[in-house]
């Protein structure tokens, strides 16, 4: 680019800035398949107007190119034992769609590898120098297998959600998704079981006790719960005073098995495992319950079912039409009936949005005289009701009330007012009719 840049003569400069932003602009489709990637002065070149350029490149000409890129998550992997403390190499994701395995001596690159997307999760297995496998969880949704000697990724799971976690569990790979669930999966991407949670995972870790031989999968709820699952079983529940964050688990000091945890709001929790401690499946919830695996007594199918399966299959357009064409007249029928009801004002809500009021009357006695009791209730969330008057309207030949319109007190959101007032039944005969009674705003 600098010989390109240096031209004998200052007419043909803008010819040269031109020829450089066609060639740095053609290998840009390039990019998106990561043969050529661009760098960042590159990039920025990409953006500036004509005019701009000059002075873009007097500036930069005299610095070497760099691509610099960002560590999104590490982990490591054995050199060549599989002991301990044998020594481990580094195995970092970056932005730009890489997995690079760094000497742990020289800190050389030993190994690139390629993926379709960003890793945000890393799980190593094996040692580099006989044969490993690195599982990535990535930003698109999937988890990659790759294998040795291999620059691409082998297998692929494809999940339903966003991973929030990955751990992998003697040969299964753990991975907690944004559906508050648990899943299980083969390094092969065949899924073996899944474990729903009672609030969000916020993380995960590995629990790993080397003197009985046990791993686990410890998952940080947003309820404060620390939950140990081996496979689908639950062994133990911790509760903390906060949501865990974060969470590590092994040797702190003297003692083999330590549990560390930091919460949201900035605390440090240290549990030690007592070296008595066993713990035991069953502790809690297993996945489905018991009476799910039970195994039902399905009747044999008779003819009569036989040739009712059969009639539905050949008629079932005309049976749905049916049960639509019912299921119109039940929803005719009842918007019918609740207009009559609002005509007639037989609801006992209020027909009014700016004094809303809820009424209903409970009658009690046997004759002619009987009581009559109005409960009062003001549906509104903070405003109460003020100047409200009840009126009865009736057949004075028939029913005598010694009030007929009486004023209401302050009515306050929630509560029940029971309002009592008497009726006598004037008539001989038996006859009855209807009381209206109904609220009347001053």
């Not at 043909?12 to 990019?31: D, E, S, V």
């Not at 299959?313 to 207009?339: C, I, N, S």
């Not at 006695?365 to 109005?374: D, H, I």
Request: glycine share 6%; with cysteine.
């Amino acid at each position: 680019c600098i010989r390109i840049l240096d031209p004998t003569s200052s007419s043909a400069y803008p010819n040269c800035l031109q020829t450089l932003w066609n060639k740095t602009f053609g290998i840009r489709p390039r990019r998106e398949k990561a043969e050529v990637p661009l760098s960042v002065q590159s990039l920025r070149f990409l953006q500036l107007e004509l005019s701009e350029m000059e002075a873009f490149v007097n500036q930069h000409k005299s610095k070497s190119i760099k691509r610099q890129t960002v560590i999104t998550t590490m982990t490591t992997l054995k050199k060549n034992l599989a002991d301990e403390d044998a020594v481990s190499c580094l195995v970092l994701g970056s932005e730009n769609k890489e997995l690079l395995v760094l000497d742990p001596e020289a800190f050389t690159i030993l190994a690139k590898m390629s993926l379709p997307s960003i890793p945000v999760f890393l799980e190593a297995s094996g040692q580099f120098d006989v044969e490993f496998r690195l599982a990535a969880a990535c930003r698109n949704g999937n988890i990659y297998i790759l294998r040795r000697d291999s620059k691409h990724p082998k297998y692929c799971i494809e999940l339903s959600a966003q991973p929030v976690g990955l751990v992998r569990v003697h040969k299964v790979l753990v991975v907690g998704s944004t559906e508050d669930s648990l899943h299980g999966f083969t390094h092969k991407g065949k899924k073996l079981w899944t474990v729903h949670m009672p609030a969000a995972i916020l993380t995960m870790n590995l629990l790993e006790q080397r003197s009985r031989g046990l791993q686990a999968v410890m998952a940080g709820l947003a309820n404060g719960e620390v939950r140990i699952y081996r496979d689908k079983a639950l062994l133990n529940v911790i509760r903390a005073p906060d949501a865990v964050t974060s969470l590590c688990f092994g040797r702190y000091g003297r003692e083999e098995n330590t549990l560390i945890m930091t919460t949201r709001g900035g605390g440090l929790i240290i549990k030690i495992l007592k070296r008595t401690a066993v713990f035991v499946e069953g502790g809690g919830e297993m996945g489905p319950p018991p009476a799910q695996a039970t195994k039902l007594n399905v009747p044999r199918k008779t003819r009569l079912y036989v040739d009712q399966t059969l009639r539905e299959r050949e008629a079932g357009t005309a049976m749905h039409r049916a049960f639509q064409t019912d299921l119109y007249l039940l929803r005719l029928r009842t918007a019918r009936a609740y207009v009559q009801a609002l005509e007639s004002s037989l609801s006992p809500m209020s027909m009014t949005a700016r004094e809303p009021l809820k009424l209903h009357a409970v009658v009690q006695g046997l004759g002619p005289t009987f009581k009559l009791t109005l409960h009062l209730q003001n549906p509104s969330t903070a405003r109460p009701a003020l100047g409200l008057l009840i009126c009865f309207l009736y057949n004075e030949a028939l029913y005598a009330l010694p009030r007929a319109f009486f004023k209401v007190p302050l009515l306050v959101p929630g509560l029940n007012y029971p309002l009592e007032t008497f009726v006598e039944s004037l008539s001989n005969k038996g006859i009855s009719d209807i009381i209206k009674v109904g609220p009347t705003l001053v």
